[in-house]
């Protein structure tokens, strides 16, 4: 991995009663968008919080560009966190809050650099607000505009966008995004929604059970995953004959054709532009196949039908 | 609904009827009137009482037990704020510490302060112990003076102070501690800027819980004070005592209150600035 801004170098670290994480390898290159994806209890925000300096690995070495971390005190680290319930200062108005960084580091020019960092979240008419008077997307920023104020190597953020209403979250996504590549800042953005990692990544780091199974762009993650693990954490998947198949890989006809196989509709879903057909298999093998929905008759529940795929699109796994 | 909300607060409100606001009026009444040949009270009704505690001399008793109770609970929240943060954040055993922390409550305050005259005085623990190994020869005057008062005082109330400011550290979110070390914060500035200021409710309960009692002390300063450390409380027993002067006691210990609540309002009207 070329310029890497950030590297862990077999990382570990154990709790009192079980490994958080073992061995993990990562380079994060500069200025990228970089997700760490997994369920609860992988590893990940406990490898954020070594990277960010609250927990001190048992093993391995963690580099920011180019030195040794991993024993530094957070305050001695040039990286930044924006946590996850954003934890901002509730007796400090945004202003407070976002000079804090400033002052404890002794910037100069701290006004201009508050009114720079607050215009560019969209928050400079609510400087003299306290965070309680804050609407969830609007202290998310306070959050993001505190860390970023201070140019951090890395920042790091903990399921930032978990707090918010699920009608915000996508488009705070893209807002993320967009704030990621104009400011140019390496972004380690830690996550347990595939969807999240998947539309904003350019790196994804798949974890689970503390180990890192696979790193790789989104398409690669999702369309070449190295194991059983990453193919059904990413997306759907339906296992035929211990092979992986997406279900839009999947083609049903009411005809059979070469290598096709024939299986009874269980149930059928509407969701505009496509569909999903649940389909059980003479083997007993149940499947979702995934089909356009382009004006021919449904497919109903009881429907005798044949189904067939790309060799090319079957996913074989070693473990 | 409501009629049955006001029933559940009946039993406190008849009791504060009868053993707070009769008695307070009470003593309201007897201030204003005239002292009695062998106590109790006569008539006619007078503002003298209060007059009286123009005097210079009164002036310095009320002087000196605003400064002591203000050293008392100075020293209470240095010393409860290091210990009520290690409680705070000693995981599980919190509540044995807390145990501990309380635990001087198991026996009476009377017997406890006559246990620090046996420490104190001239041939007293500390007196005895360091003449013995000659690093005194001369006992050293640790009773009768402000000094044993006000160290009678805080061991008294300290726990006042522990608990509430226990009570405040305890919900703060690490998450905030973190945030600010994330920030460039040193651990000292983090206490200086996110910690102490966050815990200023519990700051302030714990003041109002032992500086009030400290003002109003007697059984303390009578034992370790002497007759040099007068304080109010002391006066003000005195008069319904020996001086027989119930209507000047009365007097006195409203007195008393109207400082206490002077003192309590303009920190209470800080405190509402800040939130």
């Known amino acids: 991995m070329g310029d890497a801004i950030l590297e862990l170098r077999g990382v570990s670290k154990r709790f009192a009663s079980h490994a958080a994480v073992s061995n993990v390898t990562l380079g994060v290159p500069r200025g990228s968008f970089f997700s760490l994806l997994g369920p609860s209890g992988c590893g990940k925000t406990t490898t954020l919080r070594m990277i960010a300096g609250f927990e001190t690995p048992d093993q391995g070495e963690i580099h920011l560009n180019g030195s040794r971390i991993d024993a530094l005190p957070p305050y001695r680290r040039n990286v930044n966190t924006v946590f996850q319930n954003y934890a901002l200062f509730p007796h400090l108005t945004v202003r407070g809050n976002v000079e804090f960084g400033l002052r404890r580091k002794g910037f100069d020019g701290i006004e ?55 009608q915000l979250r996508k488009q705070v996504r893209a807002e993320l995004k967009d704030l990621q590549r104009r400011v140019g800042i390496t ?56 092979c992986g198949l997406r279900p839009e890989a999947l083609r049903v006809s009411r005809t059979p054709g070469v290598d096709s196989r024939p299986a009874v509709v269980t ?26 929905t382009n004006g021919g008759s449904p497919f109903l529940p009881g429907d005798s039908v044949h189904l067939c795929w790309n060799l090319s699109d079957e996913l074989r796994f070693d473990r | ?78 010393i409860a704020f290091p210990l009520a943060l290690f409680i705070a954040r000693s995981g599980p055993k919190k509540n044995l510490y807390l145990s501990l922390v309380i635990l001087p409550f198991w026996t009476s305050f009377l017997i406890r302060t006559y ?33 044993a008062v006000i160290l009678g005082l805080v061991y008294g109330f300290l726990p006042f102070m522990v608990l509430p400011l226990y009570a405040t550290l305890e919900r703060l979110d690490p998450a905030l501690a973190e945030a600010s070390a994330d920030l460039g914060a040193r651990p000292w500035q983090t206490l200086w800027r996110v910690t102490i200021p966050l815990c200023s409710p519990g700051i302030r309960a714990g003041s109002i819980l032992v500086f009030v009692p400290c003002l109003g002390t007697y059984i303390t300063s009578d034992l370790l004070g ?40 303009s920190a209470r009207k800080r405190g509402e600035e800040m939130l």
């Open chain 1, 267 to 292: 149930s059928s879903t509407f969701l505009g532009p496509i569909m999903h057909v649940e389909a059980t298999l003479e083997t007993g093998e149940s499947c979702t196949a995934q089909v356009f």
């Open chain 1, 112 to 166: 201009t650099r508050v009114q720079s960092v607050l215009d560019q979240v969209r928050l400079a008419g609510k400087s003299s607000r306290m965070p309680a008077q804050l609407s969830g997307g609007e202290r998310q920023r306070v959050a993001l505009a505190r860390s970023l104020v201070l140019h951090p190597d890395v920042l790091l953020l903990d399921e930032p966008l978990s707090a918010l209403d699920p």
């Open chain 2, 1 to 78: 609904m409501k009629r049955l909300r006001r029933l559940f607060i009946a039993p406190a409100a008849t009791i504060l009827a009868v053993t707070l606001a009769a008695p307070l009026a009470i003593v309201l009444i007897y201030s204003l009137m005239t002292r009695g040949a062998y106590g109790g009270v006569e008539h006619p009704f007078t503002l003298e009482n209060f007059t009286r505690l123009y005097d210079p001399l009164y002036g310095a008793i009320l002087w000196r037990s605003c400064w002591i109770a203000a050293v008392a609970t100075a020293l209470c929240l240095v």
């Open chain 2, 115 to 147: 246990a620090w005259m046996f420490l104190l005085r001239d041939t007293g623990l500390i007196n005895t112990v360091l003449q013995s190994l000659h690093l005194i020869h001369d006992p050293l005057p640790m009773l009768y003076n402000s000094g």
């Open chain 2, 226 to 265: 002497g007759s040099k450390t007068i304080l109010i409380g002391n006066l003000v027993q005195n008069q319904f005592t020996s001086a027989r002067d119930w209507p000047f006691g009365a007097a006195a210990s409203i007195a008393l209150m109207a400082v206490a609540m002077a003192l309590l309002l």
């Open chain 1, 187 to 242: 972004f380690l953005f830690v996550t347990h929604d595939q969807e999240e990692a998947l539309s904003m990544s350019d790196l994804i780091a798949v974890m689970n059970a503390g180990s890192v199974e696979q790193t790789g762009t989104p398409e690669e993650v999702y369309r070449r995953p190295k194991t059983r693990f990453v193919a059904s954490f990413l997306g759907a998947m339906n296992w035929i004959n211990n």
